[in-house]
C-alpha cells in the first residue's frame, strides 16, 4: 500500500462546477499538507499549505484535513479552464521530505 | 516572495556530454533544495536532497557518479548529468524548503528543466 493515495484521473467537470479533489494517507506522522497545481510542461505551484486537522480558505480554493481519518480535500469553486492541470497533494511528518501522491488530472470544460 | 528559478528550461545535447543545471531561490536563502525527476504523467521522484555546504544526499538508486550536485551558497544548487545518455531523458525539478518555523515544511519549485539527450 503506498502511503498517499490520490485517484489519477482524468477528471473533466464543466466550467462553472465544484471540483473536489482528494487524497488519503495512511501515516498518522504527517502533519503538514500542501496541493500543488503542475500545468503541463511545467514546476508544481504551491496552491494551499494547512498544518495538522481543518479548513483554509483562499479565494476559490479550500483546503480540508481530516487526521482522524487520514484524508485530505482540495475544493475549487466556479472552475474555469484556466484550472486545467495536474493536482498533486503532498504531505509531511516534518523531517524535510514531501511524499506526493500520483497527482489527478483535471480538464475544466468550456 | 519564494521564488525559485531554474535554468535552463530546455536542453538538448549529445549523448556522451555533461549538462548543468541551475537552481536559484530568488528572495529567501534556502539551506536545503531538493532536486526531483518526474516521468511522463508521473508523479515526482526525489533524487537527492542538498544541503548548503555538505555533501548531498542521494536516494536509493540514483548514481551519485551521475548526477553531481552541489551547493556552494544559500542562493544556488546546480545539478550536473555527466555523460548524458538517452535514458537520462527527462524532467529534472528542483526546489527550495522554505525559511522559517512553518514555511519551513513547504517546498518552493523551479518550472523544470527538459534534458533531451540525443
Known amino acids: 500500500q503506498k502511503e498517499v493515495e490520490q485517484d489519477p484521473g482524468p477528471l473533466s467537470v464543466p466550467e462553472g462546477a465544484i471540483v473536489s479533489l482528494n487524497c488519503t494517507y495512511s501515516n498518522s506522522a504527517f502533519q503538514y499538507f500542501m496541493w500543488y497545481r503542475q500545468y503541463s510542461r511545467k514546476g508544481p505551484e504551491l496552491l494551499m499549505y494547512t498544518y495538522s486537522s481543518g479548513n483554509k480558505e483562499d479565494g476559490r480554493f479550500t483546503a480540508q484535513v481530516d487526521k482522524s481519518s487520514k484524508y485530505i480535500s482540495l475544493f475549487i469553486r466556479d472552475s474555469q479552464p484556466s484550472d486545467s492541470a495536474t493536482y498533486l497533494c503532498?504531505?509531511?511528518?516534518?523531517?524535510?521530505?514531501?511524499?506526493f501522491g500520483t497527482g489527478t488530472r483535471l480538464t475544466i470544460i468550456p | 516572495g519564494a521564488v525559485v528559478s531554474q535554468h535552463p528550461s530546455w536542453v538538448i545535447c549529445k549523448s556522451g556530454t555533461s549538462v548543468k543545471i541551475e537552481c536559484r531561490s530568488l528572495?529567501?536563502?534556502?539551506?536545503?533544495m531538493f532536486w526531483y525527476r518526474q516521468f511522463p504523467k508521473q508523479s515526482l521522484m526525489l533524487m537527492a536532497t542538498s544541503n548548503e555546504g555538505s555533501k548531498a544526499t542521494y536516494e536509493q538508486g540514483v548514481e551519485k557518479d551521475k548526477f553531481l550536485i552541489n551547493h556552494a551558497s544559500l542562493t544556488l544548487s546546480t545539478l550536473t548529468v555527466t555523460s548524458a545518455h538517452p535514458e537520462d531523458s527527462s524532467f529534472y525539478i528542483c526546489?527550495?524548503?522554505?525559511?522559517?518555523?512553518?514555511?519551513?515544511?513547504?517546498?518552493?519549485f523551479g518550472a523544470g528543466t527538459r534534458l533531451s539527450v540525443l
Open positions: 528572495d529567501f536563502q534556502a539551506t536545503t
Open positions: 503532498a504531505m509531511s511528518g516534518g523531517n524535510e521530505k514531501l511524499t
Open positions: 526546489s527550495a524548503r522554505g525559511a522559517g518555523a512553518l514555511s519551513k515544511n513547504i517546498q518552493y
